[in-house]
């Protein structure tokens, strides 16, 4: 009888429960406000500086990269050259930190002593040494006719985004400012966008990943994603520099990321889509992204944004947005050129 019962219950619950997706019904067709999902912030760790992490090279023809895996081990990616398409050799895993730091895999075995990285897989040897790589338009001074959209003094440029209307502002931008003009992500409290809108650009961006997780996004036109994810020394996953929700799965053509702490730079040159007098789209968005100097996209055409930029459709214009991805992340000399041919 009891199992009647529910059996019964769940009829009247279910149709109500399906009929809220419907159309036609008189059921909502969005959850309110305040049972949306939250999502919940990641555990962020942040980085300490750390003599071994990095780019290594030498006179034998490989360079390497060494980075703490999440398990607080070392790990090393041996390469052909920085910067390459294909130029993953092996993957040495390293025991934790200590003196001397020890690493094999792949018939490869090497060490870390007295800021040598050496290793050898049968007559094949490599000596290498620490190397600090700088992007070449780290520190580039805006032009005459460009808009500073941050150089350290203030926020006057931003506002917070309001929640899920990505296109209006809510109040002053709620990041923090620090020292040596730096602006950092105040986790949780929300992207920001500018109060101007802009089309055709060139944009300079500067920015630093600060620990792990370590994540934000430019978006041009507060719609299309230039992703920036701490993912240095890693071969899988999302890219910095990655067009996330505006392309058909086309990765960066090569992972140009720096370490943890290095300042890192866009250069990106952004045409806007095209719509005729009727407002029917012409001509799709292209973008060329630069990471650290180095091409990633070329002149590649963008499709509509997808996800939560989605909804926001596409249009000739819009703000520049930094996204509040629930971590720190730190920005500077943020300035960019309007082409108005």
């Given amino acids: 009888m009891k199992t009647i019962k529910l059996i019964l219950a769940l009829c009247v619950i279910t149709p109500s429960l399906l009929g809220a997706d419907e159309t036609g019904t008189d059921a909502p067709q969005a959850k309110p406000e305040h049972i949306r999902k939250v999502e919940k912030a990641p555990n962020f760790v942040p980085a300490t500086a750390d003599p071994l992490i990095g780019d290594w090279q030498g006179e034998s023809g490989l360079v390497a990269q060494v980075y703490l895996t999440p398990g607080g081990k070392y790990q090393a990616n041996l390469l052909t050259a920085f910067d390459a398409t294909s130029n993953v050799i092996a993957v040495l895993q390293g025991t934790a930190p200590g003196d001397p730091v020890l690493f094999s895999g792949n018939g490869w075995h090497g060490v870390i002593d007295r800021s040598h990285f050496t290793g050898s897989n049968g007559n094949t040897k490599f000596n290498l040494q620490?190397?600090?790589?700088?992007?070449?338009t780290l520190g580039a001074k805006p032009?005459?006719?460009?808009i500073v959209l941050f150089d350290g003094h203030n926020l006057d440029a931003w506002a917070k985004k309001n929640g899920r209307e990505w296109l209006i502002e809510n109040g002053s931008a709620p990041w923090k400012l620090l020292p040596d003009s730096i602006l950092e992500i105040v986790p949780s409290t929300e992207s920001?966008?500018?109060?101007?809108?802009?089309?055709?650009?060139?944009?300079?961006?500067?920015?630093?990943t600060i620990g792990f997780p370590s994540k934000s996004a430019v978006f041009l036109e507060a719609r299309y994603e230039v992703n920036i994810n701490e993912t240095y020394g890693r071969t899988e996953g999302s890219m910095t520099g990655g067009l996330d929700n505006s392309t058909a799965s086309i990765a960066p053509r090569v992972r140009a990321a720096l370490p943890p702490l290095a300042w890192q730079t866009f250069d990106i040159d952004f045409r806007a889509p095209r719509f005729d007098a009727s407002?029917?789209?012409?001509?799709?968005?292209?973008?060329t992204v630069l990471l650290n100097g180095i091409s990633i996209y070329n002149n590649?055409?963008?499709?509509?944004?997808?996800?939560?930029?989605?909804?926001?459709?596409?249009?000739?214009?819009?703000?520049?947005?930094?996204?509040d991805h629930k971590t720190p992340l730190q920005y500077r000399n943020i300035w960019l050129v309007e082409n108005r041919k």
């Fill in 279 to 287: 407002g029917q789209k012409t001509e799709k968005p292209k973008v």
């Fill in 143 to 146: 032009p005459t006719d460009a």
């Fill in 300 to 323: 590649l055409e963008l499709d509509p944004p997808h996800g939560a930029a989605g909804r926001l459709g596409e249009a000739p214009t819009g703000p520049l947005m930094l996204q």
């Fill in 130 to 136: 620490h190397i600090v790589r700088i992007s070449p």
């Fill in 192 to 208: 920001i966008i500018t109060h101007q809108v802009f089309g055709d650009c060139h944009l300079h961006v500067e920015f630093r």
